[in-house]
C-alpha cells in the first residue's frame, strides 16, 4: 500500500503570497490531519478532516484553512502569508471511523520557507 | 491543559546498548492513547510504538518497549540492542477518544554511537 503523499515537498514563497498544499492519504483511510512543525513551537496541529467535513481545528488564525475531497485527498491553504509561517507541514491520515482510537501515519512533509 | 513533556532534549548511546527515553503527560481524560513516533533526518514521521490507556501490560514492538505507568502519567521507551538506524528524534504523543487533535511533546534527538 502507499503510504501518505504529500505535494509539493518543498516551497519557497514571499510575505503576503498565500499557499496550497496537498496531501494524499493512505487508500481507504478518510481523515486527514495537519500538523505544523517549527523549532520553536514544535509539532502543532491544525485541522482534521472526515469526510469531507472538517471535525477538529487548532487553534490557528483564519489564514489557515483546509478542505477534503470526495476521494479523501486533502489541501490546506494559508493566505497573506508571514515570516512566522515558514515551517514544515506535515499531514497523517487514518481509517476516521474511530477518532482519537487509530494510528496516524504521517506524510513526508512540505517545507514552506516565507521570505 | 493536555500536555506532553519530554524531559531530556538529547541523548546518546552506544551501539547495541540500552536507552530509556522520558514522557510525562497531563490529561483529565480518562480514555486515550500513547505514542511514540520516530523522526529521523530525512523527515518522515514514522510509528515506533502505541500504547491504549486502558491496557495496564506494556506494549511492545521487536526491541522496543514501553513502561507505561497511569497513576503517574508516564509514558518512557526502552531501546535495546540500540542501532545505528535508531538515530532520530523521538516524540512521545497522546490523542483522547473522539478527538483527532494529537498532542506531541518537544522531542528527544536521540544519537547512536558506533
Known amino acids: 500500500k502507499a503510504g501518505v503523499t504529500q505535494t509539493p515537498r518543498y516551497l519557497i514563497k514571499t510575505r503576503g503570497q498565500q499557499v496550497t498544499l496537498s496531501c494524499s492519504p493512505i487508500s481507504g483511510h478518510r481523515s486527514v490531519s495537519w500538523y505544523q512543525q517549527t523549532p520553536g513551537q514544535g509539532l502543532q496541529f491544525l485541522f482534521e478532516y472526515f469526510s469531507e467535513t472538517q471535525r477538529n481545528k487548532g487553534n490557528f488564525p483564519g489564514r489557515f484553512s483546509g478542505r477534503q475531497f470526495s476521494n479523501s485527498r486533502s489541501e490546506m491553504n494559508v493566505s497573506t502569508l508571514e515570516l512566522g509561517d515558514s515551517a514544515l507541514y506535515l499531514c497523517?491520515?487514518?481509517?476516521?471511523?474511530?477518532?482519537?482510537?487509530?494510528?496516524?501515519?504521517f506524510g513526508p512533509g512540505t517545507r514552506l520557507l516565507v521570505l | 491543559a493536555q500536555t506532553v513533556t519530554q524531559s531530556q532534549p538529547e541523548m546518546s548511546v552506544q551501539e547495541a546498548e540500552t536507552v530509556t527515553l522520558s514522557c510525562t503527560y497531563d490529561t483529565s481524560e480518562n480514555n486515550y492513547y500513547l505514542f511514540w513516533y520516530k523522526q529521523p533526518p530525512s523527515r518522515q514521521m514514522i510509528l515506533v510504538i502505541r500504547q491504549e490507556a486502558y491496557k495496564q501490560q506494556n506494549a511492545t514492538e521487536n526491541r522496543f518497549s514501553v513502561n507505561f505507568q497511569k497513576a503517574a502519567k508516564s509514558f518512557s521507551l526502552k531501546i535495546s540492542d540500540s542501532q545505528l538506524g535508531d538515530t532520530a528524534m523521538y516524540f512521545c504523543?497522546?490523542?483522547?477518544?473522539?478527538?483527532?487533535?494529537?498532542?506531541f511533546g518537544a522531542g528527544t534527538r536521540l544519537t547512536v554511537k558506533p
Open positions: 497523517a491520515s487514518s481509517f476516521g471511523q474511530l477518532a482519537g482510537q487509530e494510528t496516524q501515519y
Open positions: 504523543a497522546f490523542i483522547t477518544y473522539n478527538n483527532n487533535d494529537m498532542r
